[in-house]
Structure formats: structure tokens, C-alpha cells
């Protein structure tokens, strides 16, 4: 002997369950949802964050390369004493780094007049040692393909009444007396 109110009770109980389990695969299919536009948002901006890391990087390296070549131009380089630093110092002259170099020889050059101060470029084996030309016995300065443009530069600078050769090899001269 069935009861019916138990009956109905039953049916009605078995449509609400069947009531809240759709309830609940709807919520599980939202949350499953949201979760994976989260995923995808999170990797857009991660991928943008490691995106500007990386130009951010490259940057800083630049900056740290600028400021090394700087604090080496600034220290150990000048006066120039010997060949083999006048070579190095050609290699280390390039596009991107030249301008430091012609001011720190331009600041060097404004100490004193310039056939005095330019001795603070150049080291006194050096300027007997060399011309610009290589005339007389003396090797050529011109050889030196990125240090003597920027080297002239600085001259025009300092003392722009004459061209840059010839106030330097007068510079010179008068330091070989």
C-alpha cells in the first residue's frame, strides 16, 4: 500500500533535486566559463608584461653599456701614452658612443691653452712619436680612423678660427719644442 501523499511528496522532492542539479551544471558551466576568460585575460597580460620586460631589458642593457663606455672615457683613457692605447681607443670609438668621447676630449682640451692642454689627450710618447701625416719619421695620427675625426672635433670646438688639422698639428709642434 502505497501512500499517495508520500508519493507526491516524493515526485515533488525529486523535482526539486532535478531542479538543483541543472541549477548547479548552469553554475559549474558559469564558473568554467569565467575561469577560462580569466585564464585568457591573465595571458594576454602576462604575455604584454614579459613583452615591455623584455624592451625594458634591452633597454637597461643600452643604458648600462652607455654608462660603462662613459666611465671609461672618463677615467683610465686619456692621456693616450702609448700605441697600444691609442689603438684600443680607436676600437672603442663607435656611432653610438662617439659624442662621449669628443666631449670628454673637448672638456680635456678647454683646461688650458690648447698646445698645453693637449697633452691631456695625448701623452708625450705620442705626440713625439706621431703627426698627422706621418711625415718625417713620424706615424700617422689619420690612421686612426674613429679616434682622430673625433679627435678634431673636439678641436673645432675648443677653437673653431682654424680648421681642426691645423690648429692640432701647430698644437703639436709647439709641444715637440
Known amino acids: 500500500m502505497e501512500n499517495p501523499i508520500l508519493r507526491q ?4 522532492l525529486r523535482r526539486e533535486v532535478e531542479g538543483i542539479k541543472t541549477s548547479v551544471e548552469e553554475l559549474r558551466g558559469d564558473v568554467m566559463a569565467a575561469l577560462d576568460n580569466m585564464s585568457k585575460t591573465i595571458k594576454s597580460e602576462l604575455s604584454f608584461v614579459v613583452d615591455k620586460l623584455g624592451t625594458q631589458s634591452a633597454y637597461l642593457k643600452q643604458i648600462a653599456k652607455r654608462d660603462a663606455t662613459s ?12 700605441e697600444e692605447d691609442l689603438m684600443g681607443v680607436d676600437l672603442k670609438i663607435l656611432p653610438e658612443n ?10 680635456l682640451l678647454l683646461q ?3 698646445s698645453k692642454s693637449i697633452k691631456s689627450v695625448l701623452g708625450e710618447e705620442i705626440i713625439m712619436t706621431h703627426n698627422i701625416d706621418g711625415i718625417v719619421g713620424k ?6 680612423a674613429s679616434f682622430f675625426p673625433a679627435l678634431l672635433d673636439a678641436i ?3 677653437d673653431g678660427t682654424q680648421p ?4 692640432l698639428a701647430k698644437a703639436m709642434l709647439l709641444r715637440k719644442k
Not at 662617439?98 to 672638456?107: F, N, S, W
Not at 706615424?139 to 686612426?144: G, I, N, S
Request: glycine share 2%.
Open 9 to 12: 511528496e516524493y515526485t515533488e
Open 71 to 82: 666611465t671609461e672615457a672618463q677615467g683610465s683613457t686619456f692621456p693616450i701614452s702609448s
Open 98 to 107: 662617439r659624442h662621449i668621447y669628443i666631449t670628454k676630449m673637448k672638456e
Open 112 to 114: 688650458a691653452t690648447l
Open 139 to 144: 706615424k700617422r695620427l689619420k690612421t686612426y
Open 156 to 158: 673645432s670646438l675648443v
Open 164 to 167: 681642426a688639422e691645423k690648429t
